[in-house]
């Protein structure tokens, strides 16, 4: 227990350091114009699973531009030390809904079950709870998750603290339906620079409220159509 307890305190100080050092780097960046070289203990790239031991990388515009195996900072540029630190890539959270919030959750892509009918109590009794029947399922593809989110919001800084640098970004949905999301970079200043790919797929729930089997059985329809439709266009 005693070594359990040791080794969950060494990952939550990791983590802390290291969301320490994407602070610093965000506020370092942001107030230094000329090239900035950074240094550490380890350097995890993304080139193939190569760790570089005391090694370091110049950053010039916001951009790395040298990697080196043995750390060499130009005479030009403001070094950074994180000897004691180790440094991984950016991580890229393949599936979120970041951007949109609590009061954002309501966001529907089927319509909307039919209103009950207002009755009385006495109307129940001789009569029974009434409904109007549900419209056919329409599957709403078009909404894209891009055009509900800003690419300012406060919430991206909390996620870069935690090394997450890219994220793919869905509508928030129980439906069927998800609409498509987009690949955003989240420390970009731009709305161009933000929406790195747009859409980036297509999304469907099976675990929602409705039945799994019946959402699979309306998928494969929307399916079937979409194949049927293209022959009709091929000939």
Do not use: W
Not at 82 to 106: L, Q, R, T, V, W
Not at 138 to 143: K, M, P, S
Request: charged content about 20%; glycine content about 10%.
């Amino acid at each position: 227990m005693k070594r359990s307890k040791r080794n969950s305190f060494r990952r939550a100080a990791m983590g802390f350091i290291f969301a320490c050092a994407i602070l610093a780097f965000s506020v370092l960046f942001a107030q230094q114009d000329g090239p900035v070289y950074i240094q550490a203990k380890k350097i995890y790239t993304s080139d193939g699973g190569i760790i570089l031991a005391n090694g370091g990388f110049l950053v010039k515009d916001g951009k790395i531009v040298r990697v080196d195996r043995n750390a060499k900072p130009p005479k030009n540029a403001q070094v950074v030390d994180f000897s004691k630190n180790i440094i991984i890539p950016g991580m890229i959270d393949a599936f979120s809904h970041m951007g949109f919030h609590k009061e954002d959750y309501n966001v529907r892509t089927e319509p909307p079950d039919p209103p009950r009918a207002p009755l009385t109590g006495i109307y129940r009794i001789y009569f029974g709870q009434q409904t109007t029947p549900a419209p056919p399922l329409q599957i709403e593809t078009r909404f894209e998750a891009s055009e509900a989110v800003y690419f300012g919001d406060p919430s991206f800084k909390r996620f870069m603290a935690e090394g997450i640098t890219m994220a793919v970004i869905a509508i928030p949905t129980a439906n069927l339906s998800g609409g498509m999301p987009f690949m955003a970079k989240l420390g970009s200043d731009s709305p161009s620079g933000f929406e790195m790919v747009d859409p980036a797929g297509l999304v469907f729930t099976f675990s929602g409220n409705g039945n799994v089997m019946k959402r699979y059985g309306d998928l494969h329809k929307i399916f079937k159509d979409a194949q049927d439709y293209r022959k009709i266009g091929e000939k």
